[in-house]
């Protein structure tokens, strides 16, 4: 089977890809340090599947899944992953990703995971499928893009301009979103959005 690997610290990068390239059955064909990289590589070389971390530059191993599902592309997706948030895992199964697994699982697991996602199957780490149960994400979409806008800085009024609101609208998502979440203020929920991998 043939496999990208995209990582953006190196050296766990080049470790990923040697172990994987031991095991007779799989061959490693490229690796990438960002998400969009590792697109580009996906739409060039046609891998069966890509070992992808959930947090990389320029785009996340979501984003590229999210993205290869709207291109209706056949590249399965693994996503790596240090956290065990369930925004995250949800997020990864709506993207259509085959398999979660965490950072720290031994070679052979990922060797046994990736070949079930080869065969049409799913693998999820079982600490990440405990985490599933976890409570669902209580935003909308509108409430997530206002607050990702809000995490970067913009104020109300810049963000009524980006999405063609009004002022008045963007914060009545806004406290929509500070109460969904049990937060004291803006700063607040951000965090707590951020923390569950919401936005």
Same mark, same amino acid.
């Given at each position: ?7 953006? =610290?190196?050296?766990? !990068? ?16 490229g =690796?990438?340090? $960002?998400?969009?990289q590792?697109?580009?590589?996906? %739409? ?23 993205? *290869? ?6 590249? !399965? ?7 065990? !948030?369930?925004?995250?895992? =949800? ?10 697994? %965490? ?7 990922l ?15 079982p ?9 669902? $994400? ?17 104020t ?22 500070? =109460?969904? *979440?049990?937060?004291?203020? !803006?700063i ?11 936005i």
């Amino acid at each position: 089977m043939k496999v990208i690997v995209a990582e953006d =610290q190196g050296m766990l !990068r080049g470790a990923l890809s040697a172990l994987l390239d031991l095991e007779d059955d799989i061959e490693v064909i490229g =690796q990438a340090e $960002n998400g969009r990289q590792a697109l580009e590589l996906i %739409l060039e070389l046609s891998p069966d599947i890509c070992v992808m971390d959930i947090e990389m530059p320029e785009m996340s191993g979501l984003d590229v899944a999210e993205k *290869l599902k709207e291109l209706g592309h056949p590249c !399965r997706v693994v996503i790596l992953t240090t956290f065990s !948030r369930s925004g995250y895992f =949800q997020r990864a199964m709506k993207a259509g990703a085959s398999g979660f697994l %965490l950072k720290d699982s031994p070679i052979d697991e990922l060797g046994a995971a990736l070949r079930k996602v080869r065969q049409g199957g799913r693998a999820v780490s079982p600490e990440l499928a405990l985490s599933f149960w976890e409570a669902e $994400n209580p935003l909308s979409e509108r409430e997530r893009e206002v607050l990702r806008l809000a995490a970067e800085g913009l104020t109300a009024g810049d963000i009524a301009g980006r999405l063609y609101l009004s002022a008045g609208t963007v914060r009545n998502y806004m406290s929509e979103a500070i =109460q969904k *979440l049990e937060a004291k203020n !803006r700063i607040d929920a951000i965090g707590i959005a951020e923390r569950n991998g919401w936005i």
